[in-house]
């Protein structure tokens, strides 16, 4: 990790290791490693050879079979790489093994290379206190494999007789887990903080919509062309660490927030998950989840599905979903392909920030989504009570407004979370007198 991290020239050349358990070769297995090639050439690295490796059960020691671990090892040397890639995740153990027996080769597994991604990517405090725990945590338990070439030096006469090495490692542990604490808490502030920031969003009660999905799926571009944005859109994995809101403007008027969140990924590491869950806590807390999906991929469901288990690991399950196949554009959306896809999700939306196609049929479904949220309401409010009317503007919420001699009166779609405040001042069978004032008006 630390040489990935630190000297990028110090490997070039990389191959990548798939493992099949099952009697075959699945295609989710190439797939896969095909993911796992372009999460390498995103931190400069370049895939020289790829492999797949069948194997009854894990190994131990090495992960495959020791007659396998060796051709692996041959195949590396043939092709000068300095380091393999796993696609599973090697135990500190099997690294050892692995670097002890190859020599010079770096040997490393997908969560080191998603950890390098996102600490590339990583802009904001939170973001950089986030990959900072994921990488101290998962360097822990590694330690010990850039020791032990000390190991073997035996320190005189101590009470304990430690070699050396083994002390360094203790000093170097205690190091690590007083940085992870000192993280923690820093990354406590900064939770608190963003908290403080949701709660002012929520004094003005804005219906909150997040966008999720796969990473590289077009969510940031979505928010770019839904609520006339320049949020950073790259084609590149990861491309957004950090939420970002937006105010989108609907055709009829009303108002709600729209939030960006980080891609995920399949075999995202579980560190990565609760490093980020603060960020990811956008989603869990807003009304709608807009799942978004490339449509140009292959195999659509992994990476369905692989947004759903996150989703379920955070416990956002019971919050409504829509669901929205983006990036058109790149398909025959003639092809039996496609229509099966039509067929099998029915409800969903098919969008294309390229051309535009279905993007203000999506902000027609927000807004019958945003709609069915509201109740019709005519108010009557009192001429000091202007900071309810200025909530209702800027939710949206006003059809027509007109002051008159008792107040103001409003008509409009009240939202559901505004209703408390405003139910004292609805209008009633009594109020003919103050209709006849309106219709004087018209």
């Not at 370049?46 to 671990?69: F, M």
């Not at 725990?133 to 006469?157: C, D, I, K, N, V």
């Not at 001429?383 to 027509?400: F, P, S």
């Amino acid at each position: 990790m630390f040489d990935v991290r630190e000297d990028p020239a110090m490997v070039q050349r990389a191959l990548l290791v798939g493992v099949e358990y099952g009697k075959v070769i699945s295609d989710e297995t190439i797939s896969l490693v095909e993911e796992l090639e372009e999460l390498v050439n995103n931190i400069g690295v370049e895939v020289i050879e790829k492999t797949v490796i069948r194997v009854r059960k894990s190994n131990p020691k090495y992960l495959i079979g020791a007659g396998q671990a060796e051709e692996v090892m041959q195949l590396a040397r043939a092709h000068r790489c300095d380091v393999i890639v796993f696609d599973d995740e090697l135990s500190p153990a099997q690294q050892r093994n692995w670097e002890r027996d190859i020599r010079k080769t770096l040997v490393i597994d997908r969560q080191e290379i998603i950890i390098d991604i996102f600490a590339q990517r990583a802009q904001t405090k939170e973001a950089k206190l986030q990959v900072d725990l994921a990488r101290m945590e998962y360097s822990l338990p590694r330690l010990r494999r850039a020791w032990t070439h000390l190991g073997r030096q035996r320190g005189g006469g101590g009470v304990t007789q430690r070699g050396e090495g083994e002390t360094q490692l203790e000093i170097d542990q205690r190091l690590v887990r007083n940085r992870i604490a000192k993280l923690k808490r820093e990354l406590e502030v900064v939770i608190k903080q963003r908290k403080v920031q949701r709660h002012k969003r929520t004094r003005i009660p804005l219906p909150t919509a997040a966008l999720i999905g796969y990473t590289n799926a077009g969510k940031s571009s979505l928010l770019n062309h839904l609520t006339d944005s320049h949020v950073i859109e790259e084609d590149k994995v990861f491309a957004t660490l950090d939420p970002t809101s937006r105010r989108l403007e609907l055709p009829n008027g009303q108002v709600m927030i729209l939030t960006d969140t980080v891609g995920f990924v399949r075999k995202l590491p579980h560190r990565l998950v609760d490093a980020f869950k603060a960020t990811l806590e956008e989603a869990v807390v807003s009304d709608l989840l807009i799942h978004v999906v490339d449509i140009s991929q292959h195999d659509l469901e992994p990476y369905i599905e692989t947004t759903l288990s996150v989703i379920e690991e955070l416990q956002a399950t019971d919050v409504k979903r829509l669901l929205v196949f983006n990036k058109v554009d790149l398909v025959d959306t003639e092809s039996d392909r496609i229509r099966a896809i039509r067929q099998n999700y029915p409800e969903a939306l098919f969008t294309s920030t390229q051309t535009g196609e279905g993007l203000f049929e999506l902000q027609q479904v927000l807004e019958e989504i945003v709609s069915a949220q509201s109740s019709p309401r005519e108010l009557l409010l009192p001429h000091n009570r202007y900071d309810i009317l200025n909530q209702l503007h800027k939710v949206g919420a006003v059809t027509r407004e007109q002051a008159i001699a008792e107040g103001i009166y409003v008509s409009g779609n009240i939202p559901a979370r505004l209703m408390d405040q405003v139910s004292p001042f609805e209008l009633n069978g009594k109020t003919k007198a103050i209709r006849n004032q309106l219709n004087e008006f018209v």
